[in-house]
């Protein structure tokens, strides 16, 4: 009988015991949680950004000759010129159709560039009123060599 009352008061403390441990542990992690609430939000953030950046990374990677041309000519043109269409040959023919203050200063900018070569106007070029500003409309082409193959 005695051993069994050592048994009942053995079952008594650990009961009392793991109470007492799971009780510690609950408020230990309420004063946790804030923290690792923010700390994986921030992990999530930072996979996210991992993501974007290894998209990013293989788009300039794999970026295509027509890229390479379209920053070419942004860096080209004026602000006041636009270009209304581009076309690009697989022999590396470029026709182009645009409007700009100046369609010869356009056709000069764009023979100085590397890469570009025997730029001229094809066509005529057609003088048109936008508000108080003249505008030339104007079709030209050259031969461009990229600085990379054509995918």
Do not use: C, K
């Amino acid at each position: 009988m005695l051993a069994l009352l050592f048994w009942i008061a053995a079952g008594v403390v650990f009961l009392w015991r793991t109470g007492s441990a799971v009780r510690s542990a609950a408020a230990e992690m309420s004063i946790l949680e804030p923290g690792l609430d923010r700390a994986l939000a921030v992990q999530r953030d930072l996979h996210r950004a991992e993501q974007a950046l290894a998209t990013l990374a293989d788009a300039v990677a794999h970026a295509s000759v027509d890229t390479d041309l379209l920053a070419l000519l942004t860096a080209a043109f004026p602000d006041s010129a636009y270009l209304v269409s581009v076309r690009r040959s697989a022999a590396g023919i470029v026709t182009l159709a645009g409007v700009a203050p100046s369609a010869s200063r356009v056709v000069a900018q764009l023979d100085t560039l590397p890469g570009v070569h025997n730029a001229a106007l094809r066509g005529p070029v057609t003088r048109e009123a936008s508000g108080a500003a003249i505008r030339e409309r104007f079709a030209m082409a050259f031969e461009w060599r990229a600085s990379r193959p054509a995918p």
